[in-house]
Protein backbone atom coordinates (compact mmCIF):
# COMPACT_ATOMS: atom_id res chain seq x y z
CA UNK A 1 0.00 0.00 0.00
CA UNK A 2 0.89 3.77 -0.99
CA UNK A 3 1.84 5.15 2.35
CA UNK A 4 3.70 8.19 0.94
CA UNK A 5 2.63 10.58 -1.60
CA UNK A 6 6.09 13.08 -2.69
CA UNK A 7 5.29 16.25 -4.33
CA UNK A 8 7.38 18.78 -6.27
CA UNK A 9 6.26 22.28 -5.49
CA UNK A 10 5.93 25.38 -8.19
CA UNK A 11 4.21 28.61 -7.07
CA UNK A 12 0.84 28.25 -9.53
CA UNK A 13 -0.74 28.65 -6.70
CA UNK A 14 -0.13 32.28 -5.88
CA UNK A 15 -0.82 32.98 -10.00
CA UNK A 16 -3.92 31.42 -10.13
CA UNK A 17 -4.98 33.25 -6.71
CA UNK A 18 -4.01 36.52 -8.76
CA UNK A 19 -6.07 35.29 -11.52
CA UNK A 20 -9.24 35.00 -9.95
CA UNK A 21 -12.22 37.04 -11.91
CA UNK A 22 -13.95 39.46 -10.16
CA UNK A 23 -10.92 39.25 -7.08
CA UNK A 24 -12.22 39.86 -3.64
CA UNK A 25 -10.22 42.90 -1.98
CA UNK A 26 -9.66 40.29 1.24
CA UNK A 27 -8.22 37.97 -1.18
CA UNK A 28 -5.91 40.43 -2.11
CA UNK A 29 -4.79 41.44 1.29
CA UNK A 30 -4.13 38.29 2.35
CA UNK A 31 -1.65 37.53 -0.59
CA UNK A 32 0.20 40.63 0.37
CA UNK A 33 0.54 39.65 3.73
CA UNK A 34 1.30 36.33 3.12
CA UNK A 35 -1.67 34.93 5.60
CA UNK A 36 -1.44 31.69 4.94
CA UNK A 37 -3.70 30.54 7.07
CA UNK A 38 -6.60 32.88 5.70
CA UNK A 39 -5.81 31.90 2.35
CA UNK A 40 -6.20 27.93 3.14
CA UNK A 41 -9.71 28.91 4.26
CA UNK A 42 -10.79 30.43 1.28
CA UNK A 43 -9.27 27.39 -0.58
CA UNK A 44 -10.88 25.02 1.72
CA UNK A 45 -14.63 26.55 0.81
CA UNK A 46 -13.70 25.58 -2.96
CA UNK A 47 -13.49 22.57 -5.49
CA UNK A 48 -10.32 20.98 -5.02
CA UNK A 49 -10.48 19.99 -8.79
CA UNK A 50 -10.68 23.88 -9.42
CA UNK A 51 -8.15 25.64 -11.11
CA UNK A 52 -7.43 28.47 -8.45
CA UNK A 53 -6.20 26.01 -6.49
CA UNK A 54 -3.26 25.33 -8.17
CA UNK A 55 -1.15 22.37 -9.81
CA UNK A 56 -0.61 20.82 -6.01
CA UNK A 57 -4.16 20.49 -4.86
CA UNK A 58 -5.35 19.67 -8.17
CA UNK A 59 -3.14 16.87 -8.65
CA UNK A 60 -3.10 15.39 -5.21
CA UNK A 61 -7.14 15.22 -5.42
CA UNK A 62 -7.55 13.23 -8.74
CA UNK A 63 -4.79 11.10 -7.16
CA UNK A 64 -6.93 9.96 -4.34
CA UNK A 65 -9.19 7.22 -6.26
CA UNK A 66 -5.25 5.50 -7.56
CA UNK A 67 -5.90 1.98 -6.95
CA UNK A 68 -2.97 1.06 -3.60
CA UNK A 69 -3.02 4.92 -2.62
CA UNK A 70 -4.21 4.85 1.43
CA UNK A 71 -6.88 7.75 2.52
CA UNK A 72 -4.24 9.10 5.09
CA UNK A 73 -1.29 9.12 2.92
CA UNK A 74 1.38 11.39 4.25
CA UNK A 75 1.71 14.29 2.14
CA UNK A 76 5.72 15.31 1.24
CA UNK A 77 5.86 18.49 -0.47
CA UNK A 78 9.39 19.40 -2.03
CA UNK A 79 9.52 23.26 -1.98
CA UNK A 80 11.73 25.75 -3.59
CA UNK A 81 14.23 28.03 -1.79
CA UNK A 82 12.49 31.18 -2.60
CA UNK A 83 10.28 33.50 -0.60
CA UNK A 84 7.02 32.20 -2.72
CA UNK A 85 8.12 28.77 -2.76
CA UNK A 86 8.16 29.41 1.05
CA UNK A 87 4.71 30.92 0.81
CA UNK A 88 3.00 28.46 -1.02
CA UNK A 89 4.57 25.60 0.91
CA UNK A 90 2.85 27.45 4.18
CA UNK A 91 -0.75 27.84 2.34
CA UNK A 92 -0.26 23.73 1.57
CA UNK A 93 0.66 23.02 4.88
CA UNK A 94 -2.28 24.82 6.44
CA UNK A 95 -4.70 23.51 3.75
CA UNK A 96 -4.44 19.95 4.46
CA UNK A 97 -3.66 20.48 7.96
CA UNK A 98 -7.90 21.42 8.27
CA UNK A 99 -8.34 18.41 6.08
CA UNK A 100 -6.55 16.57 8.84
CA UNK A 101 -3.79 14.97 6.94
CA UNK A 102 -0.23 14.53 7.69
CA UNK A 103 2.28 17.15 6.12
CA UNK A 104 5.94 17.03 5.72
CA UNK A 105 7.79 20.06 4.23
CA UNK A 106 11.14 19.49 2.69
CA UNK A 107 12.96 22.91 1.99
CA UNK A 108 15.06 22.18 -1.41
CA UNK A 109 18.38 24.77 -1.07
CA UNK A 110 19.41 25.85 -4.14
CA UNK A 111 16.11 25.37 -5.69
CA UNK A 112 15.67 28.96 -6.76
CA UNK A 113 15.83 31.09 -10.38
CA UNK A 114 18.21 33.71 -9.29
CA UNK A 115 21.23 31.71 -10.05
CA UNK A 116 20.98 28.80 -12.94
CA UNK A 117 24.69 27.52 -12.01
CA UNK A 118 23.18 27.33 -8.43
CA UNK A 119 20.09 25.69 -9.59
CA UNK A 120 21.68 23.16 -12.12
CA UNK A 121 25.02 22.47 -9.40
CA UNK A 122 22.79 22.37 -6.07
CA UNK A 123 19.66 22.52 -6.36
CA UNK A 124 18.60 20.08 -8.43
CA UNK A 125 21.17 17.59 -6.54
CA UNK A 126 19.46 18.27 -2.88
CA UNK A 127 16.38 17.34 -4.63
CA UNK A 128 17.54 13.80 -5.36
CA UNK A 129 19.06 13.52 -2.15
CA UNK A 130 15.54 14.48 -0.52
CA UNK A 131 13.25 12.47 -2.43
CA UNK A 132 15.77 9.66 -1.99
CA UNK A 133 16.29 9.90 1.84
CA UNK A 134 12.37 10.35 2.23
CA UNK A 135 11.88 7.11 0.32
CA UNK A 136 14.78 5.11 2.25
CA UNK A 137 14.50 5.93 5.66
CA UNK A 138 10.47 7.53 5.80
CA UNK A 139 8.49 5.56 3.47
CA UNK A 140 10.58 2.32 3.86
CA UNK A 141 10.63 1.64 0.08
CA UNK A 142 9.54 2.09 -3.41
CA UNK A 143 6.63 -0.06 -2.78
CA UNK A 144 4.92 2.52 -0.43
CA UNK A 145 5.62 5.53 -2.02
CA UNK A 146 4.46 7.49 -4.85
CA UNK A 147 6.18 10.44 -6.94
CA UNK A 148 3.71 13.77 -8.17
CA UNK A 149 5.80 15.37 -10.39
CA UNK A 150 3.10 18.00 -11.47
CA UNK A 151 4.13 21.46 -9.65
CA UNK A 152 7.44 23.16 -10.05
CA UNK A 153 10.57 23.93 -12.53
CA UNK A 154 10.17 21.97 -15.32
CA UNK A 155 13.87 21.29 -14.52
CA UNK A 156 12.54 20.06 -11.31
CA UNK A 157 9.88 17.68 -12.66
CA UNK A 158 12.23 16.17 -15.00
CA UNK A 159 14.10 15.18 -12.48
CA UNK A 160 11.32 13.79 -10.32
CA UNK A 161 10.62 11.90 -12.87
CA UNK A 162 13.91 10.11 -13.94
CA UNK A 163 14.71 9.44 -10.10
CA UNK A 164 11.34 7.73 -9.95
CA UNK A 165 11.58 5.72 -12.98
CA UNK A 166 15.60 4.69 -11.78
CA UNK A 167 14.07 3.73 -8.12
CA UNK A 168 11.18 1.91 -9.34
CA UNK A 169 8.64 4.07 -7.33
CA UNK A 170 5.45 4.75 -9.63
CA UNK A 171 5.23 8.90 -11.04
CA UNK A 172 2.37 10.75 -11.67
CA UNK A 173 1.92 13.86 -13.76
CA UNK A 174 -0.98 16.08 -14.61
CA UNK A 175 -1.05 18.93 -17.01
CA UNK A 176 -3.56 21.89 -16.22
CA UNK A 177 -5.14 20.91 -19.82
CA UNK A 178 -5.58 17.28 -18.35
CA UNK A 179 -9.23 16.23 -17.44
CA UNK A 180 -7.30 13.43 -14.92
CA UNK A 181 -3.37 12.50 -13.56
CA UNK A 182 -1.73 10.10 -15.94
CA UNK A 183 0.58 7.17 -14.42
CA UNK A 184 3.92 7.90 -16.51
CA UNK A 185 4.87 4.50 -18.33
CA UNK A 186 7.89 2.64 -16.14
CA UNK A 187 11.20 3.20 -18.26
CA UNK A 188 13.88 0.03 -18.88
CA UNK A 189 16.74 2.80 -16.77
CA UNK A 190 19.41 0.64 -15.17
CA UNK A 191 22.61 1.90 -13.98
CA UNK A 192 26.29 0.23 -13.91
CA UNK A 193 26.63 0.07 -10.19
CA UNK A 194 30.44 -1.79 -10.57
CA UNK A 195 31.46 2.03 -10.96
CA UNK A 196 31.29 2.53 -7.50
CA UNK A 197 33.60 0.16 -6.76
CA UNK A 198 36.01 1.16 -8.96
CA UNK A 199 35.96 4.54 -8.11
CA UNK A 200 34.53 4.59 -4.63
CA UNK A 201 37.48 7.20 -3.39
CA UNK A 202 36.23 9.39 -6.24
CA UNK A 203 32.39 9.63 -5.82
CA UNK A 204 32.29 9.71 -2.33
CA UNK A 205 34.97 12.76 -2.52
CA UNK A 206 32.58 14.46 -4.70
CA UNK A 207 29.47 13.73 -2.77
CA UNK A 208 30.97 15.49 -0.01
CA UNK A 209 33.35 18.14 -1.32
CA UNK A 210 30.89 18.78 -4.09
CA UNK A 211 34.24 19.60 -6.78
CA UNK A 212 37.36 17.51 -6.68
CA UNK A 213 40.50 18.12 -9.14
CA UNK A 214 41.53 14.72 -10.73
CA UNK A 215 43.01 14.77 -14.36
CA UNK A 216 40.43 13.43 -16.90
CA UNK A 217 43.09 10.64 -17.67
CA UNK A 218 42.11 9.03 -14.32
CA UNK A 219 38.61 9.31 -14.28
CA UNK A 220 36.70 6.81 -17.17
CA UNK A 221 34.56 7.59 -19.68
CA UNK A 222 31.76 5.58 -18.28
CA UNK A 223 32.04 7.80 -15.43
CA UNK A 224 32.76 10.78 -16.76
CA UNK A 225 29.21 10.99 -18.84
CA UNK A 226 27.85 10.84 -14.81
CA UNK A 227 29.64 14.37 -13.80
CA UNK A 228 30.27 17.60 -14.69
CA UNK A 229 33.39 18.54 -16.54
CA UNK A 230 35.18 22.27 -16.04
CA UNK A 231 38.65 23.56 -16.51
CA UNK A 232 39.65 25.58 -13.66
CA UNK A 233 43.40 27.44 -13.98
CA UNK A 234 44.53 24.69 -15.98
CA UNK A 235 43.20 21.99 -13.65
CA UNK A 236 40.62 19.57 -14.82
CA UNK A 237 37.86 19.77 -11.59
CA UNK A 238 34.69 17.67 -11.39
CA UNK A 239 31.58 17.83 -9.86
CA UNK A 240 28.37 15.88 -9.43
CA UNK A 241 25.17 16.43 -11.57
CA UNK A 242 21.54 15.36 -10.71
CA UNK A 243 22.12 12.30 -12.63
CA UNK A 244 25.31 11.11 -10.22
CA UNK A 245 22.73 11.74 -7.39
CA UNK A 246 20.63 9.48 -9.07
CA UNK A 247 23.19 6.94 -9.41
CA UNK A 248 24.08 6.88 -5.99
CA UNK A 249 20.59 7.41 -4.72
CA UNK A 250 19.96 4.11 -6.48
CA UNK A 251 22.81 2.19 -4.76
CA UNK A 252 21.86 2.95 -1.63
CA UNK A 253 17.82 1.81 -2.21
CA UNK A 254 18.79 -1.27 -3.80
CA UNK A 255 22.04 -2.32 -1.92
CA UNK A 256 21.21 -1.16 1.53
CA UNK A 257 24.49 -1.54 4.07
CA UNK A 258 21.78 -3.26 6.43
CA UNK A 259 20.94 -5.95 4.22
CA UNK A 260 23.85 -6.06 1.70
CA UNK A 261 27.00 -5.84 3.85
CA UNK A 262 28.48 -9.52 4.73
CA UNK A 263 27.36 -11.65 7.39
CA UNK A 264 29.08 -11.03 10.55
CA UNK A 265 32.06 -13.84 11.58
CA UNK A 266 31.85 -15.78 14.81
CA UNK A 267 34.71 -14.65 17.21
CA UNK A 268 36.97 -17.95 17.14
CA UNK A 269 36.80 -18.07 13.20
CA UNK A 270 38.23 -14.25 13.28
CA UNK A 271 42.18 -13.67 13.21
CA UNK A 272 43.50 -10.03 13.86
CA UNK A 273 45.76 -8.42 11.07
CA UNK A 274 49.17 -9.81 10.31
CA UNK A 275 51.88 -7.55 8.61
CA UNK A 276 55.52 -8.77 6.94
CA UNK A 277 58.51 -7.45 9.20
CA UNK A 278 58.42 -3.69 6.72
CA UNK A 279 58.79 -0.61 7.78
CA UNK A 280 55.18 1.14 7.11
CA UNK A 281 53.46 4.06 6.79
CA UNK A 282 52.91 6.05 10.15
CA UNK A 283 49.64 5.46 11.66
CA UNK A 284 48.70 2.26 8.80
CA UNK A 285 49.10 -0.45 11.38
CA UNK A 286 46.62 1.22 13.77
CA UNK A 287 44.48 2.23 11.05
CA UNK A 288 44.11 -1.41 9.77
CA UNK A 289 43.47 -3.06 13.18
CA UNK A 290 40.79 -0.44 14.01
CA UNK A 291 39.11 -1.35 10.50
CA UNK A 292 39.51 -4.93 11.04
CA UNK A 293 37.88 -4.67 14.76
CA UNK A 294 35.18 -2.53 14.06
CA UNK A 295 33.75 -4.72 11.09
CA UNK A 296 32.62 -7.99 12.15
CA UNK A 297 32.63 -9.66 8.77
CA UNK A 298 36.20 -8.70 8.31
CA UNK A 299 37.62 -12.80 8.60
CA UNK A 300 41.46 -11.27 8.50
CA UNK A 301 44.13 -9.04 7.08
CA UNK A 302 47.29 -9.48 6.40
CA UNK A 303 50.18 -6.31 4.44
CA UNK A 304 50.77 -6.70 0.54
CA UNK A 305 53.93 -5.12 -1.62
CA UNK A 306 54.03 -1.58 -1.67
CA UNK A 307 55.95 -1.42 -4.51
CA UNK A 308 54.99 1.01 -6.96
CA UNK A 309 54.85 3.65 -4.45
CA UNK A 310 53.39 6.18 -7.21
CA UNK A 311 50.15 3.99 -8.18
CA UNK A 312 49.24 3.82 -4.04
CA UNK A 313 45.95 6.08 -3.18
CA UNK A 314 45.05 7.37 0.47
CA UNK A 315 42.71 5.59 2.27
CA UNK A 316 41.26 3.82 -1.33
CA UNK A 317 39.05 0.47 -0.93
CA UNK A 318 38.45 -1.37 -3.60
CA UNK A 319 38.00 -5.09 -4.70
CA UNK A 320 41.59 -7.24 -5.21
CA UNK A 321 42.62 -10.27 -6.74
CA UNK A 322 40.86 -13.82 -5.17
CA UNK A 323 37.73 -11.11 -4.33
CA UNK A 324 39.71 -9.87 -1.11
CA UNK A 325 39.33 -6.20 -0.13
CA UNK A 326 42.24 -4.27 -0.63
CA UNK A 327 43.04 -0.84 1.27
CA UNK A 328 45.85 1.47 0.18
CA UNK A 329 47.12 4.20 2.59
CA UNK A 330 49.70 6.87 2.67
CA UNK A 331 50.84 8.77 5.63
CA UNK A 332 51.94 12.60 5.84
CA UNK A 333 55.13 11.88 4.28
CA UNK A 334 53.11 10.35 1.06
CA UNK A 335 54.28 6.76 2.53
CA UNK A 336 51.80 4.20 1.33
CA UNK A 337 51.08 0.83 2.15
CA UNK A 338 48.46 -1.99 0.85
CA UNK A 339 46.49 -4.29 3.20
CA UNK A 340 44.25 -7.15 2.05
CA UNK A 341 41.22 -8.16 3.64
CA UNK A 342 39.10 -11.73 3.79
CA UNK A 343 36.25 -11.10 4.43
CA UNK A 344 32.66 -13.05 5.09
CA UNK A 345 31.25 -11.80 1.58
CA UNK A 346 29.85 -14.79 -0.82
CA UNK A 347 28.30 -12.16 -3.47
CA UNK A 348 29.41 -9.43 -5.36
CA UNK A 349 26.85 -7.60 -4.28
CA UNK A 350 27.82 -8.24 -0.78
CA UNK A 351 31.59 -7.19 -1.65
CA UNK A 352 30.53 -3.57 -3.41
CA UNK A 353 28.72 -2.88 -0.45
CA UNK A 354 31.80 -3.76 1.73
CA UNK A 355 33.83 -1.39 -0.20
CA UNK A 356 31.46 1.47 -0.55
CA UNK A 357 30.93 1.13 3.62
CA UNK A 358 34.80 0.77 4.06
CA UNK A 359 34.92 4.15 2.08
CA UNK A 360 32.61 5.76 3.40
CA UNK A 361 33.43 4.99 6.90
CA UNK A 362 37.27 5.16 6.85
CA UNK A 363 37.78 6.60 3.44
CA UNK A 364 37.78 10.26 4.75
CA UNK A 365 38.80 9.12 8.17
Not at 190 to 202: A, P, R, V
Amino acid sequence: MIRHVINTVGTSLLENLRRVADIPPELTGWLDRKDAKQLAKWLAGHQPEQRECGAEINSIHHLEGHSGLVADATLHFCVSQTPEGKFVAAILNEYYLRKNRTVRLHEVSGLQDADPQRFRREGLRQLVRIIGTIIRNEAGGPAYTLINATGGYKAQIAIAVVLGQALGVPVHYKHERFPSIISLPPLPITFDYSLLTKHSDLLDALEQEGVVKSPASAVPDSLQVLLEHELVDGLDCWAMTAISEIYLEGYRLRFPAEKTLPPSASTENRKAPTFRDDHYPKGFQDYVERIWRENPWILSAHSLPYDRQPSIRDRTFYIGNDDQLTAEYRDRNNFGAREAFLTTAKTNAQREAAVWHLTQRYGRD
